[in-house]
Structures are given as structure tokens and as C-alpha cells.
């Protein structure tokens, strides 16, 4: 089945730096890559998603890129704030409902 | 929009009771709704995917007698937790569809058995 692997499990960085989480997906059926961000003590909120069409896609600080041969897709986040602490989660969907989370990342962001 | 509620957000039992949870989407219709288990610092843990109408699909390894799942509308799905024990203290998230893959979380459950 499909297998989602998420890396760093923590990441700290200066505020102001730039963030990167990287995730490997096995199925390469796998067509829809939602980003999710949760926070402490609520549920996982969609940040950005992306197609198996779509190489990369950008909204204002956050991107994602996907790399489809080599089955692996990425969150960029450029210049950090203390409020994008939080746990992040990739997750991998070929289309029929199953999605298939990574084991998450949490982020620190420094002040 | 796609915005998904849950009740109550904590609750507190003592051991051998039930305790239900409700799931709403409030701004669309959910034809499939979702069932997720989350451990302190954990990645989210799929129980059971239920279609309206229909029976609740359980993941392998979830007791579908004691985690009852009722998807009787397109708004509204709701997880009893049935004769609850400290074991199954955790913190309950649903989530739903409106169409396609893309899920919608609620603000979870946080439920604790004494």
C-alpha cells in the first residue's frame, strides 16, 4: 500500500529564515498532495494542496513542489514568523478517498 | 468556506459510560466523512470512513462495535464511543469531503476517561 515518509520530524529556524519539508510517497498512483498545518490542541488545517499535473504551486509565503518521477514533494516556507510554529503534515491521495498522512514535522520558529 | 464543526470539544467520562461525538460540515454537503485517532505528538490515525446512508468502513484494528458510526445526513456524522475505559482517552478529529480528495478537518475532540 501506500507509504507517505515526512523529514525533518523537527525543524527549528530563525524567524525570518526559510523552512523546507520534504516528503517520498511509494504509490505512484498517487495524483493530490494537501499540506496540512495543525496547532496545539486543534485539528489539521489545509495550507496548500497540489496536483500530479502541477510541478509547483505558491501562495504568498508557502509553496509546494512536486517532483513526480522521483516521487517526492515539498513545503517551502520563506520568511517565517513565530505564528507558522505549529505541526505539519503531508499527505498523499490517489484519488479514491484513501489519503495517506506523513508522520508530521514540527516546527519551531524562533523570535 | 469548508468549514467543519465538532461537539463537544472536550469531555470528561467515567469509565464504562458512552460518549457520542457529532461531525457537521457547515457551509457544504459531505458525501463521505472521516474518523481519525491522534496520540500525543502522533500523525493522525484513520478509524473508519462512512458514506451517507451507508454502513461506516473500519480500519483494520478499530472495533466497530465499540466506536459506532452514524452518517445519517450530508451534514452530520457522529462517532459513539461506546463503554468508554481510560484506554480510549485521545483526542477524536473527523473530517469531510465535498467532493474529490480533498478533506476538511474539524477542531477535534479531546476525550478523557477516568
Known amino acids: 500500500g501506500e507509504n507517505v515518509e515526512q523529514h525533518p520530524s523537527t525543524l527549528s529556524v530563525q524567524e525570518g529564515d526559510s523552512a523546507v519539508i520534504k516528503c517520498t510517497y511509494s504509490?505512484?498512483?498517487?495524483?493530490?498532495f494537501p499540506w496540512y498545518k495543525q496547532e496545539l490542541g486543534k485539528g489539521p488545517q489545509l495550507i496548500i494542496d497540489?496536483?500530479?499535473?502541477?510541478g509547483e504551486k505558491k501562495d504568498q509565503r508557502i509553496a509546494v513542489t512536486l517532483n513526480k518521477t522521483a516521487k517526492h514533494f515539498s513545503l517551502h516556507i520563506t520568511e517565517t514568523q513565530p505564528e507558522d510554529s505549529a505541526v505539519y503534515f503531508c499527505?498523499?491521495?490517489?484519488?479514491?478517498?484513501?489519503?495517506?498522512f506523513g508522520a508530521g514535522t514540527r516546527l519551531f520558529v524562533k523570535a | 468556506g469548508a468549514v467543519v464543526s465538532q461537539h463537544p470539544s472536550w469531555v470528561i467520562c467515567k469509565s464504562g459510560t458512552s460518549v457520542k461525538i457529532e461531525c457537521r460540515s457547515l457551509?457544504?454537503?459531505?458525501?463521505?466523512m472521516f474518523w481519525y485517532r491522534q496520540f500525543p505528538k502522533q500523525s493522525l490515525m484513520l478509524m473508519a470512513t462512512?458514506?451517507?446512508?451507508?454502513?461506516?468502513?473500519?480500519e483494520q484494528g478499530v472495533e466497530k462495535d465499540k466506536f459506532l458510526i452514524n452518517h445519517a445526513s450530508l451534514t452530520l456524522s457522529t462517532l459513539t464511543v461506546t463503554s468508554a475505559h481510560p484506554e480510549d482517552s485521545s483526542f477524536y478529529i473527523c473530517?469531510?469531503?465535498?467532493?474529490?480528495?480533498?478533506?476538511?478537518f474539524g477542531p477535534g475532540t479531546r476525550l478523557l476517561v477516568l
Open positions: 473530517s469531510a469531503t465535498p467532493a474529490g480528495e480533498t478533506q476538511y
Open positions: 504509490d505512484s498512483a498517487s495524483n493530490y
Open positions: 497540489i496536483r500530479s499535473n502541477v
Open positions: 499527505a498523499a491521495s490517489t484519488g479514491g478517498f484513501k489519503t495517506i
Open positions: 457551509d457544504f454537503q459531505a458525501t463521505t
Open positions: 462512512s458514506n451517507e446512508g451507508s454502513k461506516a468502513t473500519y
